[in-house]
């Protein structure tokens, strides 16, 4: 039986000509802006956190800690009820992503996002007006089920809608509008916190951008694959000339895109398990795990949760802590700018490397400063100079981050796999994410507490490991068709031991 990997697997790579029109932009516009709910949501709950009035409410032993003459530093923030505040958004997520590739695959990429949408702006509404943790955590859960569901779809609709040579770009987006929420999740932080119920306009906020991508939503042609994939292809091929432009060959990418949509039908037994058995998609399982995987080890996104309470940590007060916040977010959004002008031109393993080498010197000095001036107690004071030094790491860290695993986390994952399977590996991709953020959201203070400044070189180890593994298994996909992309893995040193022999297989089968 044919596989899905190999459609076409030879020839050069296929340029149908299309532009970027307005209307595919416009389209990649409101998908990518799923990510400014993602942000947000992330870039909140830090500050919210260490807001006095919101602590007094919901968790006084924190501030009871706080309190103390000498305490620990390193512990102040270490409760598992205020992390469950945090987490239990993603454990949400997890369970609506187990889900989301199925639901994507019946209903389309564009029903799936305005279910998102809706859920997001119930769940900011119920955080918003809490009176007690369970409705806290309840509206948290809500807004975890509109994440689940957008971040499996959104990827999808901005890899298979835009041109083959701005896909890396336009996919970036939805990294780019990741960061801006978490950006304006920092400012709205610092002017709320000034009010005593700031911490309800902050929380119940969450549902505003909501807003924007369920409307905008309602206006979205679903994507050709999508349609083809439920029968629809007279739609399919007027979505085409709508978003490719006059000058495209519109026939030519849709019989490319019906050709990979037969060779998924063939194979209707089930995507999850074809994936996790069949030899030739060993390439795409090992790299759909261990992309969302090493994301997550960068350790950036503890920081985007927790920034404001490492900053206090380490002796910044509350409107300081909460600036740094704005200042990493800065950084971030500025650095994914550049690199959406540099991903289709110099490919995904540069930016890779690039800015996990970054990364690594950046999380080691975090690490030496934290050691040698709060040392293994917390019960030294940091000095202001050091302070800002750290500060200054976080930035570059960040920024390393935001050239490399920022965009490309996204980006690679909703490109490298074959149609047949494509809904579920991004729903694998969307469910290791929120699987790893729940568990280094409820974890990172307890971790913080115990191993003190060697939190940091634990992520720096890591960001040592995956950027040599990219450097050997990642094969570059700049400027390859989704419907060609089977050709990069028969080409690459180690993958094509695994696609070539099942596609012999498949040849003699036939013979």
Known sequence: MAGGVIVPSDGPAVDYGGRLTLSVFMSCFVAASGGLIFGYDIGISGGVSQMEPFLKRFFPHVLERMAKAKANAYCIYDSQTLTTFTSSLYVAGLVASLVAGRVTRVMGRQAVMLMGGALFVAGGAMTGAAVNIAMLIVGRMLLGFGVGFTNQAAPLFLAEMAPTQWRGALTAGFQFFLALGVLLAGITNYFTSRLAWGWRLSLGLAGAPAVFIFVGALFLTDTPSSLVMRGRVDQARAALRRVRGPGADVDAELKDIVRAVEVARRSEDGAFRRMATRREYRPHLVLGVAVPTFFQLTGVVVLSFFAPLIFRTVGFGSNAALMGAV???????????????????YG??????VGGIQMIICQVGVAWIMGAQMGKSGEVAMPRPYAVALLVFTALHTAGFGCSWGPLGWVVPSEIFPVDIRSAGQAMNASILLLLTFVQTQSFLAMLCRFKYATFAFYAAWVVVMTVFIALFLPETKGVPLESMGKVWVKHWYWKRFVVQEQEKGAEALT
Request: hydrophobic share 65%; proline share 0%; aromatic share 8%.
């Open 327 to 345: 200042i990493l977010g800065s950084v971030n959004l500025f650095v994914l700018l550049l690199s959406t002008l540099v991903i289709d031109r």
């Open 348 to 353: 995904r393993k540069v930016l890779f490397m």
